[in-house]
């Protein structure tokens, strides 16, 4: 769409459009084709997501274009410091229960993915040892372990006999906790730079986003550069992540001035373990797992500025969402610009418009008029998703075009847009 307002988006497809993406270029020239120069160009999920089709469109209207956001973390320092006192009064507690374990010496038997059984002891040996124990370049290139199959920080003394296997950056297990601590690395330098109230910061398929509360001030493009040189004196000074367990009450207490935490907290089962990660001056309320330290981060990106919403309720206060992207070397940034950068030529609101294919106008915001070509092409879909249906034997029905708001609230999409 072309539009901040689906209000008139079109119903998704009852067949999956992989079925038939292979053929389409060869059915599509057939229809459009009139003698001049034209021709098709595919774009798939990937490079829809590459993109960023459900958040950060180019052109897209701002909720506010003001360049202010130059505010720094000053005036929340207090709250920080007094964070940081409250974390490191934890942490003393589970570094004593670490040597009282150390002391104690109960055995355990940890048993690696090829049958290897190794010896440790009960809440004092970890993972990172354990590696060590291997080999030296083993223990560099690990991100993560698993524990009977669950994430578990490198960081973290095992606690019985398991079964133990170790990750890096080249498994998916590695990379979602490699882009998930980038996240608090991320939410560090928002909370540095802006002074912001931090929300929820997950690791994407690809990368990983931080949505902050600021007020009324946005992030615009200018702020970028700003979040991501922060980013890179953090990486600069190595900062180890730290875990602490801690009550319902300690958690409320330390972050008492964050509301949104607070609600987190507050919304959590009477049954849940609570835990709380640390890096440099950013505290976190956290499940983790994470790299043992920022060093592992090499190189950093900040992708978009976009608005948000909590909980993705448009009646909920309105969010910052900083997008950003990390590698554990500068060769893989390059790469993944540069394929970002291919995917924008592949964008379909380009090559509409370049194509003549279809326009977009206020009268009808988010449904386009398609020009004679694009009709063509347009018929000639209609006709072979007919077809499909006909081969997966469905029947076709027609729905509305245009519905409730609520029905993109069910969605998840509502967040990606505002009210006008």
């Given at each position: 769409?072309?539009?901040?307002?689906?209000?008139?988006?079109?119903?998704?497809?009852?067949?999956?459009i992989?079925?038939?993406?292979?053929?389409?270029?060869?059915?599509?020239?057939?229809?459009?084709?009139?003698?001049?120069?034209?021709?098709?160009?595919?774009?798939?999920?990937?490079?829809?997501?590459?993109v960023?089709?459900?958040?950060?469109?180019?052109?897209?209207?701002r909720?506010?274009?003001?360049?202010?956001?130059?505010a720094s973390?000053?005036?929340?320092?207090?709250?920080?410091?007094?964070?940081?006192?409250?974390?490191?009064?934890?942490h003393?507690?589970e570094?004593?229960?670490?040597?009282a374990?150390?002391?104690?010496?109960d055995?355990?038997?940890?048993?690696?993915?090829?049958?290897t059984?190794?010896?440790?002891?009960?809440n004092?040996?970890?993972?990172?040892?354990?590696?060590?124990?291997?080999?030296?370049?083993?223990?560099?290139?690990?991100?993560?372990?698993?524990?009977?199959?669950?994430?578990w920080?490198?960081?973290?003394?095992?606690?019985?006999?398991?079964?133990?296997s170790?990750?890096?950056?080249?498994?998916?297990?590695?990379?979602?906790?490699?882009?998930?601590?980038?996240?608090?690395?991320?939410?560090?330098?928002?909370?540095?730079?802006?002074?912001?109230?931090?929300?929820?910061?997950?690791?994407?398929?690809?990368?990983?986003?931080?949505?902050?509360?600021?007020?009324?001030?946005?992030?615009?493009?200018?702020?970028?550069?700003?979040?991501?040189?922060?980013?890179?004196?953090?990486?600069?000074e190595?900062?180890?992540?730290?875990?602490?367990?801690?009550?319902?009450?300690?958690?409320?207490?330390?972050f008492?001035?964050?509301?949104?935490?607070?609600?987190?907290?507050?919304?959590?089962?009477?049954?849940?373990?609570?835990?709380v990660?640390?890096?440099?001056?950013?505290?976190?309320?956290?499940?983790?797992?994470?790299?043992?330290?920022?060093?592992?981060?090499?190189?950093?990106?900040?992708?978009?500025c976009?608005?948000?919403?909590?909980?993705?309720?448009?009646?909920?206060?309105?969010?910052?969402?900083?997008?950003?992207?990390?590698?554990?070397?500068?060769?893989?940034?390059?790469?993944?610009?540069?394929?970002?950068?291919?995917?924008?030529?592949?964008?379909?609101?380009?090559?509409?418009?370049?194509?003549s294919l279809?326009?977009?106008?206020?009268l009808?915001p988010?449904?386009?008029?398609?020009?004679?070509?694009?009709?063509?092409?347009?018929?000639?879909?209609?006709?072979?998703?007919?077809?499909?249906?006909?081969?997966?034997?469905?029947?076709?029905?027609?729905?509305?075009?245009?519905?409730?708001?609520?029905?993109?609230?069910?969605?998840?999409?509502?967040?990606?847009?505002?009210?006008?």
């Amino acid at each position: 769409g072309g539009s901040s307002e689906p209000s008139t988006c079109w119903p998704p497809l009852l067949i999956s459009i992989h079925d038939f993406l292979r053929d389409l270029n060869t059915h599509c020239k057939a229809a459009a084709h009139n003698g001049d120069c034209f021709w098709i160009v595919q774009v798939g999920v990937a490079d829809m997501a590459a993109v960023g089709l459900s958040g950060g469109i180019p052109g897209q209207d701002r909720h506010d274009e003001n360049t202010a956001a130059a505010a720094s973390g000053e005036g929340k320092k207090h709250y920080y410091e007094q964070r940081i006192k409250n974390f490191e009064k934890y942490h003393e507690r589970e570094l004593k229960k670490r040597e009282a374990a150390k002391a104690a010496a109960d055995p355990v038997k940890i048993t690696l993915p090829d049958g290897t059984i190794m010896p440790g002891i009960r809440n004092f040996t970890t993972p990172l040892e354990v590696a060590s124990a291997i080999s030296e370049s083993l223990a560099k290139k690990c991100v993560v372990a698993k524990v009977d199959g669950v994430p578990w920080d490198l960081f973290r003394p095992l606690e019985a006999d398991c079964a133990l296997s170790l990750h890096n950056f080249g498994d998916e297990e590695g990379r979602e906790t490699f882009w998930h601590s980038s996240a608090h690395l991320l939410g560090q330098a928002l909370e540095l730079e802006y002074g912001v109230d931090l929300t929820i910061g997950p690791a994407l398929d690809e990368g990983y986003y931080y949505d902050c509360f600021m007020g009324e001030r946005t992030l615009n493009t200018d702020d970028q550069m700003v979040i991501e040189t922060r980013m890179r004196t953090s990486i600069k000074e190595a900062h180890e992540f730290q875990r602490v367990v801690v009550t319902r009450a300690e958690a409320l207490e330390m972050f008492q001035e964050n509301k949104f935490k607070i609600e987190i907290i507050s919304g959590l089962p009477s049954s849940a373990v609570i835990t709380v990660y640390r890096v440099g001056p950013m505290v976190d309320l956290c499940s983790g797992p994470h790299l043992p330290n920022l060093s592992h981060i090499k190189a950093v990106a900040v992708m978009a500025c976009n608005r948000s919403f909590w909980r993705g309720d448009v009646k909920r206060e309105g969010l910052q969402r900083v997008y950003a992207i990390s590698f554990p070397d500068n060769k893989q940034l390059r790469e993944y610009q540069h394929r970002i950068e291919e995917a924008k030529k592949r964008d379909h609101r380009l090559l509409g418009a370049n194509q003549s294919l279809f326009f977009f106008h206020h009268l009808s915001p988010g449904s386009c008029f398609f020009l004679p070509r694009g009709a063509r092409i347009h018929n000639a879909l209609v006709q072979y998703i007919r077809e499909k249906y006909w081969e997966y034997e469905y029947e076709e029905v027609i729905s509305p075009n245009i519905y409730n708001f609520d029905l993109w609230h069910t969605s998840g999409h509502a967040e990606h847009y505002k009210v006008r």
